[in-house]
C-alpha cells in the first residue's frame, strides 16, 4: 500500500512511518522541517526512541521510506496521515488550524480514491470540519488517534488496537488491510467517540498523576513516605494498580488534552479544574520549598533533570524544565543536570559526576537512570513529595 505521512519527522509520525515501512509498505513521509529530513536521511532520528535508528536505516536501505517537503506527493497514496502538532494557543484555547491548514493544502493534489485519516489529537467535531474541507475530493476520512508512549512507540504501534473513527462507524478497507498487516485489531466508531476517547484517556492519566501528588502531600503533613506506603498497598492488591507514584507530570499531551477536554464542552467540570489547579501548584510549591532554605545565601542548588520524563530527551511541555527556570530567576547559583539534552545557554551545565562537590542543595526533577547512586553532601528536594530531606550522606537521587 502507498501512504503518506504528513509530520512524519516528528515524535508521532515518523515512528508511524518506519514501522508501517518495515511492515512493506511504500511510506513517504512529509515535513517541513528540512534540518529533520537532513538528519532522518542519515539514517539517525533527531529525537530519541528505542529501537528507532536501526529499523530507520533498515528501511532507508530497503528503499520503502522515502521523505519529501511537498504535500504534492500524495497524489499518488492511497492512504494519507496527517500527523501535526494542535499546541494551544498563548490563551491557552484549543487550536486546530494546523490541521485545516493541511487539508486545505493537499485538497488539489488528493485521488477521489484516497483515504485521510487525522492521527493528531483535536477536539471533537474537528474531523468532522476536515470532512467538510475535503468533501468531494476524497473517499473518506477518518480519525485514528496516536496512543503510543514516548519509549515504547515501536512496540506500541506494533501490538496496540487501534481506535478508527468514522462518519458511519464503518471502517474503510484500507484501513482494516493496513493494520491487518500489522496483525492489529482494529475498534471501530463515530468520530466524536474516537476524538473524545483520546482526550479521555490522556485527562484520566493526569487526574491520577494529580491524585498521587495530593496524596504525598497529604502523607508529608503526617511525616509519613508516600512512596513507601504506595508500595506496600499496591503489593499483591490488584485493585490498586491505578494507584500511579507523585512527581510532575507533563510533556506535549496530558495537560493541553485536559485542556481541550474542558474547553470543548458546555459542561463545568470542577473536578478536572481541580487536576490543572494541583499540578500548577506543584512547581510553586517546590520553588518555595527551595527559596526557604536557601534563602539570601550563595548557596549552590543543582537541578537533576529537564526532560518531561525519565530516559527520554523530550523537553515539550516539561515542567521539569519550568521550574529550572523559575529557580534559574531566583537563585544567585543555580546549576542543572541533564545528560539526555544539550547545553541549554540559559543554563549553567554540570555532569553527574560534580554534584558532589558542588551542590549545597538538590533538586530531583526527572529520574533519570544515570542519576542513581548519585552522591550528595547536601538536603534533597524530591518532586516527589515534594518534600525537604535532610540527608547530608550519600543518597539514591
Known amino acids: 500500500m502507498r501512504i503518506a505521512v504528513i509530520g512524519g519527522a516528528g515524535h508521532v509520525g515518523l515512528p508511524l512511518a518506519v514501522v508501517l515501512a518495515d511492515a512493506g509498505h511504500d511510506v513517504t513521509a512529509i515535513d517541513s522541517n528540512e534540518d529533520r529530513l537532513l538528519t532522518i536521511a542519515g539514517g539517525e532520528s533527531p529525537f530519541y526512541e528505542p529501537g528507532l535508528n536501526e529499523l530507520l536505516q533498515s528501511v532507508l536501505l530497503r528503499q520503502r521510506l522515502v521523505l519529501h517537503e511537498q504535500v504534492s506527493v500524495v497524489q499518488d497514496c492511497d492512504l494519507i496521515f496527517i500527523v501535526v502538532g494542535t499546541d494551544l494557543k498563548g490563551d491557552e484555547m484549543p487550536q486546530n488550524e494546523s490541521v485545516f491548514e493541511v487539508a486545505r493544502s493537499v485538497r488539489k493534489h488528493l485521488s477521489p480514491s484516497s483515504v485521510v485519516v487525522l492521527r493528531s489529537t483535536v477536539t471533537p467535531g474537528t474531523t468532522a470540519h476536515v470532512a467538510e474541507l475535503l468533501d468531494g475530493v476524497v473517499a473518506d476520512v477518518a480519525f485514528c488517534p496516536e496512543r503510543i508512549l514516548e519509549g515504547h512507540a515501536l512496540e506500541e504501534l506494533r501490538a496496540m488496537p487501534q481506535l478508527v473513527g468514522t462518519r458511519t462507524g464503518e471502517v474503510p478497507k484500507c484501513i482494516d488491510d493496513l493494520f491487518s498487516s500489522l496483525q492489529i485489531e482494529v475498534l471501530a466508531m463515530t468520530w466524536k467517540e474516537a476524538e473524545l476517547g483520546k482526550l479521555f484517556l490522556n485527562t484520566w492519566r493526569y487526574t491520577q498523576f494529580a491524585i498521587a501528588n495530593e496524596f504525598a502531600n497529604i502523607c508529608e503533613s503526617h511525616d509519613v513516605s508516600f512512596s513507601k506506603l504506595r508500595t506496600s ?165
Open 233 to 397: 498497598l499496591l503489593y499483591r492488591y490488584s485493585r490498586g494498580t491505578g494507584l500511579m507514584a507523585p512527581g510532575f507530570a507533563g510533556g506535549p499531551c496530558l495537560r493541553k488534552d485536559t485542556i481541550q477536554l474542558l474547553k470543548s464542552t458546555s459542561f463545568q467540570s470542577e473536578l478536572l479544574q481541580a487536576v490543572l489547579q494541583s499540578h500548577d501548584s506543584l512547581t510553586s510549591r517546590i520553588v518555595d520549598l527551595v527559596c526557604r532554605e536557601v534563602g539570601d545565601s550563595d548557596k549552590k542548588v543543582v537541578q537533576l533533570g529537564l526532560t518531561f520524563k525519565p530516559g527520554s530527551d523530550d523537553l515539550r511541555g516539561s515542567v521539569a524544565l519550568e521550574l529550572a527556570h523559575q529557580l534559574n530567576r531566583r537563585l544567585k547559583n543555580f546549576f542543572v543536570v541533564d545528560p539526555h539534552v544539550l547545553p541549554l545557554p540559559e543554563f549553567n551545565f554540570l555532569s553527574e559526576n560534580e554534584v558532589a562537590d558542588t551542590a549545597d542543595l538538590v533538586v530531583v526533577a526527572t529520574r533519570h537512570p544515570e542519576f542513581l547512586g548519585v552522591s550528595v553532601r547536601g538536603p534533597v528536594i524530591d518532586a516527589a513529595g515534594p518534600r525537604l530531606l535532610n540527608e547530608s550522606a550519600s543518597s539514591d537521587a
